[in-house]
């Protein structure tokens, strides 16, 4: 069974610097597809990042960037500039073989401070 | 589009009441799934749905929990009897195509307390 680790629990970063969330997976298929979520206060899950395991350019969205390393199975989140609207929960994801449904990690909490 | 809507927001209920989530996707997605997210276990998916059709269900905890998709526009999930041990946040996503090789829409949650 595919397995999504997120290894920190909680994280925190001043506003205007650089962060980045870890995430590892396990799994056996070639093909998949790796997310991230985010989710504020208001419990709203909302993509960040999306990231095809066959592409080998890394995603990027603005402030956002992944460092995929697939030999690795590692697959982190950048962050940068950091702002106050960045905090909130953050889950890693993972959607692959023949079974069309997500895996979550479960999470690792941003803290922006001012 | 309005997203993907789920109600009630909240839900509090004593223990053995039935509960019904309901869940109105975005039109034009052809899947549409079920999580539960609580402190301890994160997010779990319960059940999905391709047009309408359950296709996996092997996240139901158990007998007490049912979904069903009557058609493309609304699913509702019902526990009966509820237990305190329920009391969690239940999303309802939904996704075109590929489904969860997509993005996946969530809807704003039901909390649901059970007393």
């Known amino acids: 069974a595919q397995t999504v680790t997120q290894s920190q629990p909680e994280m925190s970063v001043q506003e205007a610097e650089t962060v980045t969330l870890s995430c590892t997976y396990d799994?056996?298929?070639?093909?998949?597809?790796l997310f991230w979520y985010k989710q504020p206060p208001s419990r709203q899950m909302i993509l960040v990042i999306r990231q095809e395991a066959y592409k080998q350019q890394n995603a990027t969205e603005n402030r956002f960037s992944v460092n995929f390393q697939k030999a690795a199975k590692s697959f982190s989140l950048k962050i940068s500039d950091s702002q106050l609207g960045d905090a909130a929960m953050y889950f890693c994801a993972y959607s692959g073989g023949s079974n069309y449904k997500l895996t979550f990690g479960k999470g690792t909490l941003l803290t922006v401070n001012p | 589009d309005a997203g993907v809507i789920q109600s009630p927001r909240h839900e509090v209920t004593e223990m053995g009441q039935e509960v019904t989530l309901r869940c109105k996707p975005i039109?034009?997605?052809?899947?549409l799934f079920w999580y539960r997210q609580t402190m301890m276990r994160g997010l779990e998916l319960l059940i999905y749905f391709n047009n309408n059709v359950p296709i996996d269900d092997s996240g139901m905890p158990e007998d007490r929990f049912s979904a069903k998709m009557p058609n493309a526009s609304f699913s509702t999930l019902k526990i009966q009897p509820s237990e305190p041990r329920d009391s969690a946040v239940y999303f309802c996503a939904s996704s075109p195509g590929q489904g969860a090789y997509e993005k996946l829409f969530f809807g704003s949650g039901t909390q649901l307390s059970v007393l």
């Open positions: 039109s034009g997605h052809d899947y």
């Open positions: 799994t056996s298929e070639s093909d998949y597809y």
